[in-house]
């Protein structure tokens, strides 16, 4: 890359900053004027608007590599909402609890060293694997509406990335529940060490995944083999109500692995490695990847199920 490219990139790169920043601040403003209140229909609307703004300056400034500059630009304007949860989990873990009142939440401060549960900790996360999935559903829903509005030749020029992975995998007749499970594994353990090893790369795996499975859904929706009455958008609605119980599952194993790798990552380079503090979040870690094994093999369950039952 010589310098020209260099100043570009970096010029687009503040572009989709800026662009981030102002969209954010009239999105929230238009959210709370509007009467609305759900912290988590507002992260789906972010996903599904932060894709758009990607696959539209993607569309516009990089019109050879669409799909996969598009997953780029959406991952880095989404990246404010996910690093700021997995920040803040980072911060307050061993060191609130919460307190039980029936009228109000409440958290006291402790500094001794607590039990840490595989039960507790669906609970301690809960509220960071529904953002999670609110900004991925709405990520997803976006790259599907996409498909669904242009002409299939159009799409798989536009997302030519995500289709290579489609045909290499996605709808393959994966009957075999050992297929399904040693496929999702991979993933699995890629979205732990991306995480991991880079400090954004939690954003970016779930951007990704969403938009394969948007792409994937929505084009099967179109499939003269698939499609009711020549309806794609009753096609696509059959479609995710079948598969909806398993995409949440799986969603759940990936997220839980990211936010293990993004927890351990950010305790790695804030707290001293001989520290209780530090020993919490490790433990916090290694039990949310045990969380996403056991969300894991439930969706390859239910996945085996589903194909067994349209076969």
Known sequence: MNKAQAIKSANH???????????????????FKAGLRSEWFFYFLSGFFFALLGIAVAK??????????????????????????????????GRTRRMPNRAIVMEEIITAEHRV?????FADHKNLLATYLAVFLGTMLCFSAVTLALPQSQVEIIFGEQFRVISGNAFSPLGVFTGIITNNFFVLITSFFLALLFEKGTTFIMVWNASVWGAAFAAAAKSP???LAHDPIASFAL??????????????????????????????????????RFRVIATHSVLLFLLG???????????????GAIA
């Open 13 to 31: 790169t503040l572009f989709v900053e800026k662009s981030r920043e102002v969209f954010l601040v009239l999105l929230k403003k238009i959210y």
């Open 60 to 93: 516009i400034i990089f019109a050879q590599n669409i799909g996969m500059v598009a997953v780029f630009l959406a991952s880095l304007a989404s990246i404010s909402i996910v690093d700021s949860k997995i920040s803040l989990s980072e911060i307050v873990l």
């Open 117 to 121: 549960t595989l039960k507790g900790i």
């Open 225 to 227: 083999f698939i499609s």
């Open 239 to 276: 479609i995710m109500l079948v598969v909806f119980p398993h995409l949440v599952l799986e969603a759940g194993a990936y997220f839980s692995s990211t936010i293990a790798g993004g927890l351990l990552n950010k305790a790695i380079i804030a707290e001293n490695m001989n520290s209780i």
């Open 293 to 307: 094994l056991i969300f894991l093999g439930a969706g390859a369950i239910v996945e085996t199920a589903v194909i």
